[in-house]
């Protein structure tokens, strides 16, 4: 009877839908991945799956070079399952079930909802047209702008439209994916083709409930912005603007010692805004001090806003603990920010996701240590960062790497497929669901008593 009560808990809840689908979509990848006419050269079942599995998690991190080892079919899958990966497996089939005029199950609204806006919803086919519209009118705009760059540089128009189209919808999804042999290394001086990928993630990691909330303001003409528009626009910007001028402070006499004053000012720009989730970078990353790492660490976990394509704590997380904190200080009993007190239950979401994803990082790091003790990067300079680095990468749903996935082994890349599983489908949906599968509601309180804290 207790198995059945949990069955039917296991059955209604909106985050199974999420798990399901992403992991659904990630097998069938790998197995399309794996066929021989996906590969250029010999791939494992572990090789492809770990593949699928950056590709669909929209993380970027790759055992096999994308240029040199896949075919142009298995570039294709990899470009359509980050399609799939950044929007959501789950928005494709809530927008299909629209299309034939099926009716949306509360389960299905509620996992729309609770994916891309802050607050229920009544029309969820005015979401999904404003969600379709704006990527694909971003995608198709900024892959035109990289289809001149590309035929600037030579290649021929039938290359360079795959490429152009294949980086922006990596760009937008924040994925991190090149279809070039060194990634975008070789466009590290091309000021164009920076700005424009740098200008794809911020339009893929902004999130959707900021574009919808723009329009909506447009066609009803208001002028009040939502507390949640005014925390995770500011904190996107300051994070930005953070990660730039550490970059610039730190890297000016080191690996942007021979760039430009303006070209200095675009690579950080592009570095600080591809490491809250994108993993693009232009410059090797083991080339950076370790003062950069700690930045690209920080500014990983954070990573993207809510409702976006990207991965980490998310930016209303941090905006959301900072308030808390300095709300406090200045003597007040709750979390209070442009005169508006943030309800109590969120200030204990947002504690408890911290907890939970560093305490993710802490075991997949300690996994990840001891499964690879003959790799390279423990006499790197960098050392005990580079698997820390690895994981986090993997955990944020970046991509950004040291030089260590090419060195994982069976187990290593086990637990970094693992790593940005969890990462996309979000640590909180996922505990919360574990949880709340087993337990029904408490209905009943315990006395308070105090303890001593710090």
């Not at 039917?8 to 999420?18: G, K, M």
């Not at 294709?76 to 497996?89: S, T």
Request: charge should be positive.
């Amino acid at each position: 009877m207790e198995w059945k009560r949990i069955n039917r808990r296991f059955e209604r809840h909106p985050a199974r839908t999420v798990i399901y689908s992403f992991a659904l979509a990630d097998f069938i990848g790998a197995l399309l991945l794996w066929l021989p006419i996906s590969h250029s050269k010999e791939l494992s079942f572990i090789d492809a799956l770990f593949t699928s599995t950056s590709a669909i998690c929209v993380t970027g991190l790759t055992v096999a070079n994308t240029a040199l080892d896949f075919t142009k079919a298995g570039q294709f899958i990899i470009l359509v399952l980050m399609q799939l990966g950044g929007l959501g497996v789950m928005t494709f089939s809530v927008f299909i079930a629209l299309g034939i005029k099926q009716s949306l199950s509360f389960s299905s609204r509620l996992s729309l909802q609770e994916s891309f806006l802050p607050h229920f919803t009544p029309e969820p086919r005015r979401l999904l047209l404003t969600i379709f519209v704006y990527t694909f009118t971003a995608e198709a705009l900024i892959a035109l702008g990289l289809l001149l760059c590309f035929l600037g540089q030579g290649l021929k128009i039938k290359n360079a439209f795959f490429q152009a189209v294949f980086h922006a919808v990596s760009a937008f999804c924040n994925a991190g994916f090149s279809t070039f042999k060194d990634g975008l290394i070789d466009f590290q001086k091309n000021y164009l083709v920076l700005m424009l990928i740098t200008l794809a993630i911020f339009l893929g990691n902004v999130g959707f409930p900021i574009v919808y909330e723009l329009l909506s303001l447009l066609k009803e003409k208001r002028r009040r912005l939502s507390l949640h528009f005014r925390l995770t626009v500011y904190t996107h910007i300051v994070l930005i603007v953070f990660g730039a001028l550490a970059f610039l402070l730190f890297e000016k006499n080191g690996v942007l010692a021979n760039f430009s004053w303006p070209l200095k000012i675009v690579t950080a720009v592009f570095h600080s805004v591809s490491a809250r989730t994108a993993g693009f970078n232009s410059i090797n990353i083991a080339l950076f001090s370790e003062h950069s790492i700690y930045v690209f660490l920080i500014l990983m976990v954070i990573g993207a806003c809510p409702g976006s394509t990207g991965g980490g704590i998310k930016t209303t997380t941090l905006a959301v603990l900072s308030c808390t904190v300095w709300s406090r200080l200045r003597g007040f009993p709750q979390a209070v920010v442009f005169k508006r007190a943030i309800p109590v239950d969120q200030v204990g979401k947002a504690i408890t996701l911290v907890f939970i994803y560093l305490l993710a990082i802490m075991v997949f790091h300690f996994f990840l240590t001891f499964t690879e003790p003959n790799v390279p990067f423990y006499k790197s300079k960098h050392e005990f960062l580079g698997a820390l680095f690895e994981v986090v990468s993997a955990l944020g749903t970046v991509g950004l790497s040291t030089g260590v996935t090419s060195q994982l082994n069976l187990w290593g890349k086990i637990c970094i497929i693992m790593a940005m599983f969890i990462g996309r489908v979000g640590l909180l949906s996922l505990i919360s669901f574990l949880s709340e599968v087993g337990h029904e509601p408490r209905p009943y309180k315990y006395p308070k008593e105090r303890v001593m804290v710090g």
